[in-house]
């Protein structure tokens, strides 16, 4: 944080309650024909639903000519805070952000020009403090998507304080950001150096098919649960679940099943964790499980690999994510419209090499230690979001104030 700024209790600052409807001009956008190319691939970023992923807001796959901007959609200035009012994302989180340039964009996104007196950035960070009552605001549509009642929204009351205060506040979230922006750095050179660190060369080894060093099996199917006695309800994990090179059990839902069935579908550390769809460059994507939920189960579509005396679950993880394994997966996946698909047979049958186990410990070891040190990182980084949004929603309600020392 550079020891310019600290935080104190707040005390004498003069802040104003400012319903959101008040707190600047709000716009909607809109689509221009998607059939007529004179609209279309110019140099103006256009914002929907689904580009808008960025706080500072400054590009789009999509891009509109300056007719076209002109004639389907809006053009706002850099500056103008945008936020999601419908589509999918709305059922778990709030977009927005603030232009970084000129940009239009589409009827899911809606713009609000700040008022006199109010900072963008301050204004975005204030309405996503507010996000669980934001989203509280989100209904159903007929296509399943949701939809944020705008006008309820105008009705939600923000805190103001003067505006040499919001810049401060400002501020000092952008100083986490820069601290947060740097150990990501620092962590995606250890991924790097972890993939350098994995074999060049798989076919230097003996292979065997997978199911000769190891035993594959799929998890419970959702749908009918029993109930009763001789049930019991346990965690699971699903394809959401399983990452590429990481178990996420920030989300874990649970399952009820008949006691006798839990050995069957019971996790244990060490198991690799393989999943069984998704885009045709995702297939296969998996991770060890290291045991931190207990009595934790795997649904259909996650492969449980256990590995035999022959083989490292380490080891063959670092070969199933490798591009030789990814490239088998991709070979064998069934492909249809949307998704990509592959069975429990294709697993099994995976060719794998088998080098001694010493071997395998010696490949491993400096890969370890870039993995324990990534994970640190990804420690500290966790806990630093965490810091940052606390000193943020107490500077945002007024409990906190920044002062300059």
Not at 61 to 83: D, H, I, N, Q, Y
Request: aromatic share 6%; hydrophobic share 40%; charged share 25%.
């Amino acid at each position: 944080m550079g020891g310019k700024h600290t935080v104190k209790t707040a005390s004498s600052c003069s802040w104003r309650s400012v319903p959101l409807g008040e707190a600047g001009t709000w716009l909607s956008g809109g689509t221009p024909s998607t059939s007529n190319p004179a609209y279309w691939d110019g140099d103006i970023p256009w914002i929907s639903g689904a580009s808008l992923k960025s706080f500072r807001i400054s590009d789009s796959e999509r891009r509109l000519t300056p007719l076209g901007a002109k004639t389907g959609s809006r053009l706002v200035t850099k500056g103008t805070t945008l936020f999601v009012v419908r589509g999918m994302s709305l059922k778990s989180e709030f977009r927005i952000g603030v232009a970084a340039r000129d940009v239009a964009f589409g009827q899911d996104v809606k713009a609000l020009i700040p008022a006199d007196g109010i900072d963008a950035y301050f204004l975005a960070h204030a309405m996503r403090a507010h996000t669980d009552q934001i989203l509280r605001l989100v209904e159903d549509t007929s296509h399943g998507t949701g939809r944020l009642d705008t006008d309820r929204l105008q009705e939600l009351v923000i805190g103001v304080p003067p505006l040499q205060e919001q810049r401060r506040i400002v501020a000092a979230h952008s100083a986490f950001e820069r601290w947060i922006v740097a150990l990501d750095g620092v962590l995606e050179k250890l991924r790097v150096t972890e993939q350098a660190l994995a074999p060049a060369q798989w076919d230097e080894w003996d292979q065997v098919p997978l199911e000769t060093v190891a035993t594959v099996a799929a998890g419970v199917t959702l749908g009918s649960e029993p109930v009763g006695d001789g049930t019991v309800e346990l965690p699971y994990l699903r394809v959401a679940n399983v990452l590429d090179g990481r178990i996420d059990t920030t989300d874990v839902k649970r399952v009820r099943i008949l006691s006798a069935q839990f050995e069957r579908y019971a996790l244990k550390p060490g198991d690799l964790l393989l999943t069984e769809g998704g885009d045709l460059d995702k297939l296969g994507r998996g991770a060890v499980w290291d045991g931190q939920i207990e009595r934790c189960l795997h649904q259909n579509h996650v492969f449980r690999v256990r590995c035999g005396e022959r083989m490292t679950p380490d080891f063959l993880a670092l070969y199933t994510a490798s591009p030789v394994g990814r490239a088998y997966f991709q070979r064998v996946g069934k492909q249809t419209t949307n998704l990509a698909s592959i069975n429990s047979t294709q697993v099994k049958k995976m060719p794998v090499p088998v080098p001694p186990l010493d071997e395998q410990e010696r490949l491993l070891g400096p890969i370890r230690a870039a993995r324990k040190r990534a994970g640190e990182l990804e420690k500290q980084i966790a806990k630093l979001r965490t810091v940052q949004r606390g000193v943020i929603e107490d500077l945002l309600t007024g409990h906190s104030k920044m002062s300059e020392t």
